[in-house]
């Protein structure tokens, strides 16, 4: 009796397993390697129970010259955590040296593309809200800034297809408010919209592209649009992200709304996004 109970047992988690994994099998993985583009998330998600150490790195513009070793003295950073809630949504927050930014977000999964036989769903879709509050010391003591005048909010779609295994692309329709701007003839609202990709060249190698073209408003007077390239490493325990970006910033209402390097007048940073995953709730893989 005993024998055939621990028989029917194996059974169903033999089968509850295979379902699990045939269900798994009717999507597409991996269209990006990791949450991260370059500056920008991609359409990925965290796992439930896992866990993002992100250290984002950013040094000073290469035409600074040889004085400042072509950038390499100068270096912003954010550090941020990120968690999978489930697999379909996930939270972060982190903070930015760069306006002494704190920002949090929550990302939620809407659409998933299947595989080809699998039922249509030819792409991908994500949804993305942050918030930020800019920290730093106000020079003019006589005019404090309100709390509330610190913040600014974001709220993005990511809408991606992997083509194949070795191209993955994404459009980013971006919206982003600003409480307080510098003069009257600035627009508190920024409409933007991004695109992204990825092409795979080996198991462990790929190159990106990230670009935001701005439609309206302008926060940062002579902003220019975000564009950058770089390639990701996949080293085993994590994933190194070297690119080179006409922005300073990490964080969406800074990169999207702020830039203000130009690629032609050489403003470009050497920068570096390191990824660590670690698994804090559930059973390892």
């Known amino acids: 009796m005993i024998t055939r109970s621990l028989l ?3 059974t169903l988690l033999l089968l509850t397993t295979a379902d699990l994994q045939a269900q798994a099998e009717k999507y597409t993985t991996a269209t990006f390697r990791g949450t991260r583009v370059i500056n920008g998330h991609s359409v990925e998600m965290l796992r439930q129970g896992e866990m993002e150490m992100i250290i984002n790195h950013r040094f000073g513009r290469f035409n600074e010259g040889f004085n400042e070793l072509f950038g390499l003295d100068q270096a912003n950073i954010r550090i941020g955590f990120d968690y999978g809630i489930r697999d379909w949504i996930s939270v972060g927050a982190g903070r930015s040296s760069l306006g002494k930014e704190f920002d949090g977000f929550l990302k939620l999964r809407l659409l998933r593309q299947r595989l080809a036989g699998q039922g249509f769903m030819p792409f991908s879709l994500t949804f993305f809200s942050s918030t930020a509050y800019n920290s730093a010391q106000v020079t003019d003591q006589a005019r404090p800034l ?5 913040m600014a909010f974001t709220s ?3 809408l991606a297809r992997k ?4 191209l993955s ?3 980013m329709p971006s919206y982003v408010h600003y409480n307080l701007v510098t003069t009257n003839n600035q627009s508190n609202d920024l409409i933007s919209v991004g695109a992204a990709f990825r092409y795979k060249v080996s198991k462990n190698f790929a190159i990106t592209g990230e670009y935001f073209y701005n439609i309206s408003g302008e926060v940062l ?3 220019t649009n975000p564009l950058s390239f770089g390639v990701d490493i996949n080293t085993g325990s994590h994933v190194f992200q070297l690119h080179l970006t006409n922005s300073t910033a990490m964080i969406e209402k800074q990169f999207i709304g702020e830039t203000s390097g130009n690629w032609l007048d050489g403003d470009i940073h050497l920068g570096f996004n390191m990824v ?3 698994k804090v709730k559930g059973r390892r893989y």
Do not use: E, P
Request: positive net charge; hydrophobic residues 50%; charged residues 10%.
């Open 163 to 166: 083509f194949s295994d070795w």
């Open 146 to 150: 309100a709390w509330q005048n610190r």
């Open 8 to 10: 029917l047992l194996a």
């Open 221 to 223: 007077t002579g902003a």
């Open 276 to 278: 660590r995953t670690f």
């Open 169 to 171: 692309a994404q459009l």
């Open 156 to 158: 993005q779609f990511y």
